[in-house]
């Protein structure tokens, strides 16, 4: 009788390790997959924002009119 109480408790024990780790890989799993559903909704919904680009407006050079010698130079 003490024998088939042991294989009794032994096989109640694994069922119960067996069913809460069944539990915790489930739970986990759901969360994953929540979170994963989270970040691709956020990501999908996130409008890009346009990379600012430094734009300057550069002056207008001037024009520079100088005499060498032999000649009159125009730089534009």
Not at 50 to 64: D, I, L, N, Q, S
Request: aromatic share 6%; glycine share 8%; net charge positive.
């Amino acid at each position: 009788m003490q024998n088939i109480r042991s294989i009794f408790l032994m096989l109640a024990g694994i069922t119960v390790f067996v069913a809460l780790a069944a539990l915790t890989f489930s739970v986990t799993l759901a969360l994953g997959g929540i979170l994963t559903v989270l970040m691709v909704g956020r990501a999908l919904s996130m409008k890009m924002k346009p990379a600012p680009v430094r734009a300057k407006a550069e002056a207008k050079r001037e024009m520079r009119i100088w005499n060498d010698g032999r000649g009159t130079i125009i730089d534009l």
